[in-house]
């Protein structure tokens, strides 16, 4: 079997965890997360086996958007530390082989940052052209509205200078205008300077909107977007060579694939597989596994140096946007039948342990699904425990609340008064007295240890980061039969959407006499393969399982 070289492509065998600092954990009793409180947990991410920590915005902000509207790309917001609490936590991170990446907004920023403040002022100022303006009142549907429940316009009249400003998201976040190449070297400036202070990439939020044809100024002869994207991609390798940019893309497969770069580095290194994800949801709601099969026969083959990221949840809502409106109404029906659940009228503001009620059969299927699919795993803070949302929390804000170390108060998050927490912790079956880490940590058979173990399955699999996919037709709906190759290496996986056991028949062709199927999950049973390279594996209502064939001349599976 060829060796597979991680070398500079750490990321395509990597475990991302995303953590917001302001909810992780706080460290010194204000009621607020921060820098020092994340370093201190950094022993728990190793032990579950992260290897690469992604941190949300934790900029100088003007707390409208939960640090998305940054007033300062070079600084840290001083209720979550300083720049001396950042570096102390990468080193600490990365002494225990976790790398650290960071959220890059490259869109927009705060009203409030100082660029923007002198821009408003008058159409001479020199930072006017920072960001995109129209001297007249450009037309604007709701389709082009981010967040429909605030704003109803992407264009907002700034009554100084009697011109409209551009701004995809809320009106206090203007757009910056990307064909500026002043921009683009504030871009860099930036770039260069978290990569000097240690990170190992960046997340780039919202990649699409950057590059929107809805008005911004510039030659589309002079300002290629996409050679844009693979400008920012060779200024960061430059700078580090195994740097990696994790985009957020939630575009169609047709379309998500211009934004990747191949081996000429031309574009990300890795996107969310967003079309996946979506496609997952609408299989749990079905009990039937066509939906994610049809998705991930889609799915687009990429160059070796680009990555899909898989994932279960985000910080977001849920979006469901890429679903027909059908689709879409039988998932909400399924698992957030209440329109307070629903946000947007395209996602959910829930966390999957809600959604199912708790069934840990039907979470444990998922989640070992999406370790898997070939590409990368990335977990969001408290996906691990099975934490739920709080729905009492406004917004998308409901799945962002703190993080349930213990069972005492404030979920041993904060020793400060409840009235001084970012926001207020879930009660009842998924508040923190019934799932915590401290208690799940003790307990073997529990969710966490369950995404541990998976964690470390994945990881001595190398070749699933490398693989690709192929669906195996089987005769039972509720079933998702998919092969990761690599070289000669091949995985089977079983994922059973259905609510009853099944024996599944299937059938490997070209194998060669001698060939055994070794169960990774259950203590490595294994299945010989007859003649043809068939064989009939049991399924349990809701199961799953990991399959690596061994062939006659490999060594022993340990």
């Not at 408003?120 to 020199?126: G, H, L, N």
């Not at 001698?514 to 009939?536: F, I, K, M, Q, T």
Request: charge should be negative; charged fraction near 25%; include cysteine.
């Amino acid at each position: 079997m060829r060796t597979i070289e991680t070398g500079d492509l750490w990321w395509k065998n990597a475990v991302f965890y995303c953590a917001d600092i302001e909810t992780f954990y706080d460290w010194n009793g204000d009621g607020c997360g921060d820098i020092r409180g994340m370093t201190e947990r950094i022993e728990y991410l190793f032990d579950l086996g992260v290897t690469c920590l992604w941190l949300m915005p934790f900029y100088p902000t003007a707390r409208k958007d939960d640090g998305y509207d940054i007033t300062d790309f070079f600084g840290v917001d001083p209720r979550l530390g300083n720049l001396g609490d950042f570096v102390e936590l990468v080193r600490t991170a990365r002494s225990t082989g976790i790398r650290v990446v960071v959220d890059f907004v490259m869109n927009h920023t705060s009203d409030a940052h100082p660029w923007f403040k002198s821009a408003r002022r008058s159409k001479d100022d020199p930072y006017r052209d920072y960001y995109v303006w129209s001297a007249t009142e450009p037309a604007s549907s709701a389709k082009d509205v981010v967040f429909p429940d605030q704003e109803d316009s992407i264009w907002e009249l700034e009554p100084r200078t009697n011109e409209w400003y551009l701004h995809h998201f809320y009106k206090h976040q203007p757009d910056l205008n990307i064909a500026n190449p002043r921009v683009q070297e504030e871009i860099s400036r930036t770039l260069g300077f978290w990569l000097a202070l240690g990170v190992s990439g960046f997340r780039v939020d919202a990649v699409p909107f950057l590059f929107a044809d809805d008005g911004a100024p510039g030659d589309p002869h002079t300002f290629d977007p996409t050679r844009y994207l693979g400008d920012v991609r060779n200024f960061v390798t430059r700078r580090l060579g195994d740097a990696v940019l994790l985009g957020e893309v939630n575009v169609a497969y047709r379309d998500q694939k211009k934004f990747f770069g191949g081996a000429d580095g031309d574009g990300l290194n890795m996107q969310f597989d967003f079309i996946g994800m979506q496609n997952i949801f609408l299989s749990l709601a079905r009990g039937d596994a066509r939906p994610i099969a049809k998705a991930l026969r889609a799915r687009p083959v990429l160059d070796i140096t680009s990555q899909w990221a898989n994932f279960v949840r985000n910080h977001d809502e849920l979006t469901l946007d890429k679903l027909t409106d059908s689709e879409r109404r039988e998932v909400f029906d399924a698992f957030g039948p209440d329109p307070d659940m629903q946000l947007f009228g395209r996602g959910l503001r829930r966390r999957l342990p809600s959604m199912l009620g708790g069934d840990q059969r039907r979470m444990r299927m998922v989640y070992s699904l999406a370790f898997s699919l070939p590409g990368t795993p990335v977990l969001f803070y408290g996906e691990e425990i099975g934490m739920a949302e709080n729905l009492d929390v406004e917004g998308r804000f409901a799945v962002r609340t703190p993080m349930q170390w213990t069972g005492h108060e404030n979920g041993g998050f904060s020793r400060a008064p409840r009235r001084r927490l970012p926001r207020p912790l879930p009660d009842g079956l998924f508040g923190p007295e019934r799932v915590n880490v401290a208690d799940q940590r003790h307990d073997h058979r529990s969710f966490w240890w369950f995404i541990r173990d998976l964690i470390y399955t994945y990881r001595q699999q190398p070749e699933i980061g490398w693989s690709t996919v192929d669906i195996v037709t089987q005769p039972h709906r509720a079933v998702l039969a998919h092969v990761c190759r690599e070289s000669d290496w091949l995985m089977l996986a079983l994922h059973n959407f259905g609510a009853e056991a099944v024996m599944v028949p299937i059938a490997l062709d070209d194998l060669g006499p001698g060939c055994v199927l070794v169960d990774l999950l259950d203590g490595l049973s294994e299945y010989p393969l007859d003649a043809e390279g068939r064989v009939e594996l049991h399924l349990d209502a809701y199961g799953y399982r990991w399959l690596r064939l061994r062939r006659p001349d490999d060594d022993p599976i340990i």
